[in-house]
């Protein structure tokens, strides 16, 4: 993976924090996409610097925003001349109870969760194809398989499209890009544990290891994925929950 170019959006904080760090790791140059986080990403470029000898570009683009993404996907390229490995990431939930969700919440979910990914798995997508090489992970959920919250359907709703979304991109670029999607169940992230600690202790009790996952663990699927040993999984969800009771 030495030099590797990895492009990961909402990366600076959570699971793409761990991702990010997973691949310092393997010594890629790497890309972490921000919208609000300013603060964290810039800490985590000088800590990524500062451990490994790599380059760390920090930029920030909304992803539902086409141009965004479009301007996004150039400079990376201007700066790397390439995009190996794609990892989207970004993902917006705003649980409320479904009688009060309004439309334009709906919509606001959708377009960071699904559009998004359909906005860069295109336009990373295109340059792939003209380089005959490249590997995309979206970042799924259980939620979008068999995992239902009536205060997260429209969160529900767009992981199920962009399990839907790695299926149909894996035939549109194939046989050059490798397009595959983890499903995590609950994963230890900052807005996690801000959770009441009793609903967790319940919800753990649903998880055959009794406990959520962490996001290094989630982060160490992404680099398997990411390694030559993966060379032959494509179009494939793959579940990170701990096993369901």
Known sequence: MTRKVVLITGAAKGIGAAIAKRMAKENCNLVINYLNSKDKAEKLKKELENNYSIEVFIIKADISREEEVKKMVNEVIKKFEKIDCLINNAALCQDNYFLDKTSQEFLK?????LVG??????YVGEHMLKKEYGKIINIASTNGIDTNEIFSMDYDASKAGLI???HNFAVALAPYVLVNAIAPGWTKTESVLEMNPNYIKEEEKKILLNRFASPEEIANVVAFLLSDEASYINSSIIRVDGGKK
Do not use: D
């Not at 979910?109 to 969760?113: C, F, K, P, S, Y």
């Not at 990914?117 to 295109?122: G, I, Q, S, V």
């Open 164 to 166: 839907s979304l790695t």
């Open 117 to 122: 990914p359909f906005l860069t798995c295109k």
């Open 109 to 113: 979910v959708i377009n960071t969760n």
